[in-house]
C-alpha cells in the first residue's frame, strides 16, 4: 500500500531532518506524517467493504469553506509568531500551506476526492515559494508532487464515475 511507503519515507525525512539539519519544525511535520499514515493505513483497510476497497467520498462545499477559512484564521497568528521569533521566509504563506496540508491529510485519509485538489494547489504554491527561495530541487519534487496529484484527483475521479455507475446499476436491477 501506498500508506506503508508514506510512512517509511516520512520517518526517514524526519530522522535526517532532526540529526542531520535540525530542522525541528520539519521534524515536528514528517512525525505528524507517520501517525497520519498509521491512521491512514487503518482507516482504509477498517473501511473496506467485502465487495472491495473503501469508497470515494466528496464532502459538501461547505466544509471545505470552513475549512479554508479556519486555515486562514489560524495562519495569522501563527505566521506572526513565526515572524518574530524566528527567521522565517514567508511565514504567512508557508503557515497557510502548512495547515491547508494538514487539512488535505484528514481529506486523504477519509478518501474524500477533493483533498487532489488541495494538493494540487499547495504543491503548486510550493513549487513557487522554492523557486523564490533558491530551492530548486524542492521546486522539482513539489512540481512532480503537483502532477501526481493531478493524475490522483483523475483517477480517483474516474474510480468515483465506475462506483456510481455499478451503485446505480444494482439499483435499476433491484427495481425490476
Known sequence: SCWIFGI????CIAWKSYTDYQLLADTALQIFYVGMGILGLIYWYKGSTEIGKKVIITSPWIKH???VIICLVLSWPLSWLLINF???RYGF???LLTCLSVWAT???IRKDLHN????IVIDAVYVILYLKTDGYLFALLFLIYAIISI???KRWTDSKN???AVSEKITLTDEL
Not at 487532489?116 to 494538493?119: F, M
Open 8 to 11: 517509511l519515507s516520512s520517518a
Open 65 to 67: 469553506l470552513q475549512a
Open 86 to 88: 524566528t527567521d522565517a
Open 93 to 95: 504563506v508557508d503557515t
Open 106 to 108: 484528514i481529506l486523504l
Open 116 to 119: 487532489w485538489i488541495y494538493w
Open 151 to 153: 493524475y490522483g484527483l
Open 162 to 164: 465506475q462506483e456510481r
